[in-house]
């Protein structure tokens, strides 16, 4: 059935002030000053053209550009980047809003880990890098204008592609102004949801990446993983995952060389639970696991996934992810999967 909407489109200012969370001890040199940003984003508000929209109560999709520091120009230099990003409303009302962000893309970073001139940044050691960006923000509006005040953490890191990479932590208080600048009136016909409710689905992913261990400048290794899930959404924005993850992780065998190893010696077995926000074809994840096999233990028995994947009609999906020990970074998952039991 045809509903009117409005497509409404603005431009938002950010100034963000914050710290540099040193999150390992051996970080604990790098913070010396305040830590200052500014970011310029371009929004727009959904209005109801896909299912998800209402489901969400009509979430905002935009760019952000980004500019600032850690809070140490000396070692840690400036940082510059894009990601784009979206705000689900827990709170709307007319002159009101309550809102949780969440982003990611790509970010670089001017001063990196050098043995010869940069032997104190222990957190970076490539200049591009991945940025993710999440928090919460309150919006008070004025007709088509709107102060906004937040509350987010700003992370950068390459996903231990290349060591030292303990990574950037930033938490930042900020303050903005945004306009709507286009308001258009329009036709739009929601689309059904493609997700079978309350049933459970089966999934296979097949993940590569790459990973380089200590010491620095050392070889680059593979790595190579199966994870075996079963999904189940309750509600159009509500999911759950549960799974076994089979990890070969070669940087390994460079993890206390003086000890031989075999392939199963390094092999890694893990279980894992997510919770999933499906968004159309689009699904995010967010979830922690731990290792029931992990001979050498070289991190944390704890992990954690974020994860974004994108679903075809005929079951097979790609899958982008990162996972992690705490805030420190083991690797960057890139997946092809397929779900046996998908149907349109």
């Not at 009117?4 to 040199?29: N, T």
């Not at 159309?280 to 994860?307: C, N, T, W």
Request: glycine share 10%; proline share 3%; with cysteine.
């Amino acid at each position: 059935m045809n509903a009117q909407s409005k497509h409404e489109w603005g431009i938002e200012s950010r100034f963000k002030s914050g710290f540099l969370a040193a999150h390992r001890g051996v970080m604990g040199h790098l913070t010396t000053e305040h830590a200052f940003a500014g970011e310029l984003s371009f929004f727009i508000q959904t209005k109801g053209k896909k299912q998800w929209h209402s489901v969400c109560n009509f979430p905002t999709v935009g760019g952000t550009l980004f500019g600032g520091t850690a809070g140490n120009m000396k070692v840690l230099g400036s940082m510059w980047g894009a990601y784009a990003f979206i705000e689900f409303p827990f709170i709307k009302s007319k002159w009101y809003e309550f809102s949780g962000k969440f982003g990611s893309g790509l970010g670089y970073v001017t001063k990196v880990f050098s043995y010869e001139n940069n032997p104190k940044n222990v957190a970076m050691s490539s200049h591009i890098n991945t940025i993710v960006s999440f928090g919460v923000k309150s919006r008070f509006k004025f007709g088509k204008n709107s102060v906004t005040l937040g509350l987010d953490m700003t992370h950068f890191s390459n996903a231990a592609s290349k060591v030292p990479n303990l990574g950037i932590n930033m938490p930042y208080l900020s303050i903005g102004y945004s306009r709507m600048i286009h308001l258009t009136q329009m036709d739009s016909i929601p689309t059904a949801n493609k997700l079978p409710f309350k049933k459970w689905l089966f999934n296979f992913t097949a993940i590569g990446s790459m990973k380089e261990m200590f010491p620095t400048g050392g070889k680059k290794y593979a790595v190579y993983a199966l994870s075996s899930s079963a999904r189940w959404f309750a509600k159009p924005k509500v999911g759950m995952e549960f799974g076994l993850d089979l990890i070969s992780k070669q940087a390994i065998l460079d993890y206390r060389p003086e000890v031989e190893k075999t392939q199963w010696d390094i092999f890694q077995i893990g279980i894992f639970g997510a919770y999933l926000v499906p968004l159309d074809r689009f699904h995010f994840g967010i979830g922690m696991g731990v290792y029931v096999k992990d001979k050498f233990q070289p991190e944390d028995a704890l992990y954690h996934r974020i994860s974004l994947r994108y679903y075809l009609d005929n079951g097979l999906n790609f899958n982008i992810g990162l996972k992690s020990h705490w805030a420190r970074a083991d690797y960057a998952e890139w997946g092809l999967g397929y779900t046996i039991n998908y149907k349109r």
